[in-house]
């Protein structure tokens, strides 16, 4: 059994920044690489970024590089982030937090939510101009 449970959304204004934070709990211990993704009402899930930690391996959507941060909590391995800086209107959506136990697969579609297995249940992320 796994459960995400995120955090950290908010309403802000346009250029503001937002620290989303996802914490994952197992009853089995396993490697898992995370996603995050964003959906709009009536729009499916977007990949927004993902990593696989122990691999120092990451993957952004065209659309938030240079602005969005994944990462893993140093010292509480079970914690994940998305740092977003420069929030635009069009950021505007429900965050998700996703995971699914690592296989090599992973590396074909990292950012597609066909790829991940458990799911968190959303924060929203209100960008104003």
């Known amino acids: 059994q796994v459960q995400l449970v995120e955090s950290g959304g908010g309403s802000v204004q346009a250029g503001g920044t937002l620290r989303l934070s996802c914490v994952l709990s197992?009853?089995?211990?396993?490697?898992?690489?995370i996603g995050w993704f964003r959906q709009t009402p009536g729009a499916g899930r977007e990949g927004v970024a993902s990593?696989?930690?122990?691999?120092?391996?990451?993957?952004y959507a065209d659309s938030v590089k240079g602005r969005f941060t994944i990462s893993q909590d140093k010292n509480k391995k079970n914690t994940f982030y998305l740092q977003m800086n420069n929030l635009r209107p069009e950021d505007t959506a429900t965050y998700y937090c996703a995971a699914q136990e690592y296989t090599l697969a992973w590396l074909d579609a990292p950012l597609s939510d066909t790829t991940y297995k458990y799911w968190g249940q959303g924060t929203q992320v209100t960008v104003s101009s």
């Open positions: 197992a009853s089995v211990y396993s490697i898992y690489s």
């Open positions: 990593t696989w930690a122990p691999g120092e391996l990451y993957n």
